[in-house]
């Protein structure tokens, strides 16, 4: 499959409410949400009013369209550590999944955020979600096992 990463245009923040709604993990055996649900207060402000000073966003793109999202804000959401620390969000439609995309987008956003001068990148994600096998093959440690979820960090300085 032949795609690029790039970084997102203006014009393009819309993509984020889908690709939010994407991210969201849906354990086997439960219904999908409806899509409003992206605009839940706890899940609005990973896209609301995006292109601030530390937003950060990278798409992946085949076929002529936008396939993937990777982002990052300094937000108080469910993998927040400090208010220094961008908080990490990444989702793929499901036909191009499991195909290296994901890491590749992963690796070229740290790669932008180390040269942003950030120390280290966190995010949230469901214990059986199997994107969290990805993330600590990238390097990413858990930080907090809370109930079903891991805080993760990426210390930028080591990767």
Same mark, same amino acid.
């Given at each position: 499959?032949?795609?690029?990463?790039?970084?997102?245009?203006? $014009? %393009?923040?819309?993509? !984020?409410?889908?690709? #939010? +709604?994407?991210?969201?993990?849906?354990?086997?055996?439960?219904? &999908?949400?409806?899509?409003?649900?992206?605009e839940h207060l706890r899940l609005r402000i990973y896209i609301e009013n995006?292109?601030?000073?530390?937003?950060?966003?990278?798409?992946?793109?085949?076929?002529?369209?936008?396939?993937?999202?990777?982002w990052t804000r300094i937000i108080e959401d469910y993998g927040h550590l400090? $208010? %220094?620390?961008?908080? !990490?969000?990444?989702? #793929? +439609?499901?036909?191009?999944?499991?195909?290296?995309?994901?890491? &590749?987008?992963?690796?070229?956003?740290?790669?932008?955020?180390?040269?942003?001068?950030?120390?280290?990148?966190?995010?949230?994600?469901?214990?059986?979600?199997?994107?969290?096998?990805?993330?600590?093959?990238?390097?990413?440690?858990?930080?907090?096992?809370?109930?079903?979820?891991?805080?993760?960090?990426?210390?930028?300085?080591?990767?």
């Amino acid at each position: 499959m032949k795609y690029r990463i790039r970084g997102i245009r203006e $014009d %393009e923040y819309e993509a !984020l409410k889908d690709f #939010l +709604y994407e991210a969201i993990f849906i354990p086997e055996g439960v219904s &999908a949400f409806d899509k409003a649900i992206v605009e839940h207060l706890r899940l609005r402000i990973y896209i609301e009013n995006f292109g601030k000073e530390d937003d950060r966003a990278l798409v992946a793109e085949a076929e002529g369209k936008i396939i993937g999202a990777v982002w990052t804000r300094i937000i108080e959401d469910y993998g927040h550590l400090d $208010d %220094e620390t961008p908080s !990490l969000s990444i989702s #793929l +439609y499901k036909e191009y999944r499991g195909l290296g995309i994901g890491t &590749a987008m992963m690796k070229q956003m740290l790669l932008l955020l180390k040269e942003s001068g950030y120390k280290k990148v966190s995010l949230s994600v469901q214990q059986k979600n199997y994107a969290a096998k990805m993330y600590l093959a990238l390097g990413f440690k858990i930080a907090v096992a809370n109930g079903q979820d891991y805080i993760m960090v990426y210390n930028l300085d080591e990767g």
